[in-house]
């Protein structure tokens, strides 16, 4: 039988994991024995929160980033829930404000100093809603102060936080269209639509606003536990069991939840498994809870869909991972993705980066496109009345700020400025005539140059990106994208002018002393 190996060309095939040194994890860190299914870390760019051991009521702890090595056994907690908490998220748009859910059926809204010096025992806000305890938490992805909900009593309560009131007891919208206790929820992009996995093992796809269900799944050979929106792909990545009770994931188109477009077998474990995507890179991290392995895959809109790339190997098993956002990544080491994992046996947690090898210590356009800020797009009564907006971008170069509309990236001054295109013609066959300047005195006229430099000469991007062939941009934020592509390749293009010039005077210089040795003689 024969068969052949199809090579796939990709940037991210050698991403390789790299554990932190002992002095900069996190040590000596009591955290929960708890066996309830959830993550119990969530990381910003200031604070890492771990969900630890408390008697007498529920606490977790928040250590500054840069605050690695042994911890105090007497450091400050975040203490004032009556029951273990279950689960715990910083809100995406301020760095100083993390909520947190608990067995006592509560929500609570925590303000974090930036020095934590005692105990933090008073919340924020107070919500006061589901009649059970409450598993599961998630901010809104675009709108300010708009927290969801899930509890064992079935129900996704939605949580408008832009109120004076510090305690809460009337969500603006209760979603009673499970039946069975919640285990995931994931949004799209815009955060429009709300994606759900449930005890039922269905996966649900639910209008939040409308309250109604768009699509369910009713196939049975995959029970799935975890959910994930794949960005703007229109896709869905889920995690759980096949019948056989092998570990599985599954791909499923968002408008036709009846059967999954793929699924893959992993392994006969047990523990649950989490996934992460990264939608800047479109790469997916699955993480198994109870063993110390990390698999990552690249996914395409095309066949066959989730490409395999390589697998981060560990002999300690996490209970539990946090991820740091985009905005918290170290681009100079080539960074594209950040783990905290949680090591119990040993109190310990251990940084993990993700990096993609490269010689050049200079700022890698390609891999590190515009990324979600951390700025809300709208309010929560926008959100509430309907209205939808793609989340804020900013690049992660160095001095960058934020990019809120493609106006505002149009009217600023360009990345690069124009050089001196020169030109150089020999006389008598030996001399070199004067440069003759022609300079391109507008940004906008430097595309349409440049796009013409590609279709003669049949030039491609450096990422493999053709921009003649490219299908025209759908959205704002994959116009920016565009716009991106094309200054960075108008810059190597610029970079390989000015190495020609370089050249040309190297040679005008020889040539001039040729001459004049030739005239000594």
Not at 45 to 52: L, M
Not at 63 to 86: A, F, S
Not at 468 to 489: D, G
Request: net charge neutral; aromatic share 8%.
């Amino acid at each position: 039988m024969s068969w052949h190996l199809q090579y796939r060309s990709s940037k991210f095939r050698h991403v390789y994991g790299k554990a932190a040194t002992k002095e900069k994890c996190y040590d000596c860190v009591p955290i929960t024995h708890s066996v309830h299914d959830n993550q119990f870390c969530a990381v910003n760019p200031h604070f890492i929160a771990v969900v630890t051991e408390c008697a007498g009521g529920g606490a977790f702890l928040v250590i500054p980033i840069r605050q690695t090595g042994k911890l105090d056994p007497h450091y400050p907690r975040v203490c004032g829930h009556k029951g273990n908490v279950l689960d715990i998220k910083w809100n995406p748009f301020n760095d100083f404000v993390i909520a947190s859910c608990s067995e006592d059926a509560t929500i609570k809204i925590w303000d974090i100093p930036k020095q934590i010096t005692e105990n933090i025992t008073t919340p924020k806000k107070e919500l006061l809603g589901h009649a059970r305890r409450v598993g599961l938490i998630e901010w809104h992805p675009t709108a300010n102060n708009i927290l969801f909900s899930s509890s064992h009593d079935y129900k996704i309560m939605i949580w408008n936080l832009d109120t004076v009131e510090d305690v809460l007891s009337n969500p603006v919208k209760i979603l009673d269209v499970h039946k069975d206790v919640v285990l995931s929820m994931s949004f799209n992009t815009d955060g429009s639509l709300l994606a759900t996995a449930s005890r039922d093992r269905k996966i649900r796809l639910i209008d939040p606003r409308a309250r109604t269900v768009l699509q369910e799944s009713s196939y049975k050979p995959h029970r799935a536990n975890k959910v994930l929106f794949l960005g703007n792909m229109k896709k869905l990545l889920s995690t759980g069991t096949s019948r056989w009770n092998n570990r599985q994931i599954a791909l499923w188109d968002q408008n036709d939840l009846s059967e999954p477009l793929l699924e893959e077998d992993l392994d006969g474990s047990s523990g649950l498994l989490f996934p992460f995507y990264d939608s800047d890179t479109n790469m997916v991290y699955i993480v198994g809870k109870g063993d110390g392995n990390i698999r990552y895959y690249e996914i395409s809109p095309e066949k066959p869909y989730l490409n395999y790339l390589t697998e981060y190997r560990s002999h300690l098993p996490q209970k539990g991972i946090g991820t740091m956002p985009k905005r918290g990544l170290e681009v100079s080491a080539c960074e594209i993705f950040r783990f905290y994992k949680l090591i119990p046996t040993k109190n310990l947690i251990e940084p993990i980066s993700m990096i993609v090898p490269r010689r050049s210590e200079s700022y890698q356009e390609d891999i590190y496109p515009l990324t979600v800020a951390g700025q809300p797009a709208m309010t929560a009564q926008e959100w509430l009345h309907g209205l939808n907006k793609e989340p804020l971008l900013i690049s992660l170069r160095p001095g960058s700020g934020p990019v809120n509309s493609l106006s505002q990236l149009l009217n600023s001054e360009p990345l690069v400025k124009s050089p001196d295109v020169t030109q150089y013609k020999c006389q008598e066959g030996r001399m070199l005539q004067e440069m003759e300047n022609s300079e391109i005195k507008d940004s906008r006229n430097n595309l349409t140059v440049e796009k013409r430099l590609l279709k003669n000469e049949h030039m491609h991007l450096s990422n493999g990106f053709d921009i003649l062939e490219c299908p025209l941009p759908k959205t704002e934020n994959e116009l920016l994208h565009m716009f991106y592509q094309q200054q960075e390749e108008i810059r190597r293009l610029r970079e390989l002018v000015n190495q020609r010039d370089i050249r040309i005077k190297q040679l005008e210089l020889e040539l001039r002393n040729l001459f004049m040795n030739t005239d000594g003689y």
